[in-house]
Nanobody, 124 residues
């Protein structure tokens, strides 16, 4: 059965860093586009970063470019989101999503599978 489990969230001060993990079972992450989405309280869900299958191309929302990096470790069947220089706008629940039908990075279309989310809070 397919399962995506996010971890690594927590409370961090502005300017700090966190690395989120998305551990997959029941699917092989290098066969799927993997997207990171977040939803802050009172706001709509937004795509943050994604990595394509096959060529591993990545894409980022403008507000996190240069600060966030998404990577894939096929030996661990895990995708990571490294978040540096965090600011309060990064406070949200972060979700890992996987899509086989659309294997190229995208934010505007739905993904097939979702994780349970991990909370990130950026506050002094």
């Amino acid at each position: 059965q397919v399962q995506l489990v996010e971890s690594g969230g927590g409370l961090v001060q502005p300017g700090g860093s966190l690395r989120l993990s998305c551990a997959a079972s029941g699917l092989t992450v290098d066969y799927y586009a993997i997207g990171w989405f977040r939803q802050a309280a009172g706001k709509e869900r937004e795509g943050v970063a994604c990595i394509s299958r096959s060529d591993s191309r990545t894409h980022y929302i403008d507000s996190v470019k240069g600060r966030f990096t998404v990577t894939r470790d096929n030996t661990k069947n895990t995708v990571y989101l490294q978040m540096n220089s965090l600011n309060p706008a990064g406070t949200a629940v972060y979700y890992c999503e996987a899509d086989y039908i659309r294997g190229t990075c995208h934010f505007e279309y739905g993904y097939e599978y979702w994780g349970q989310g991990t909370q990130v809070a950026v506050s002094s």
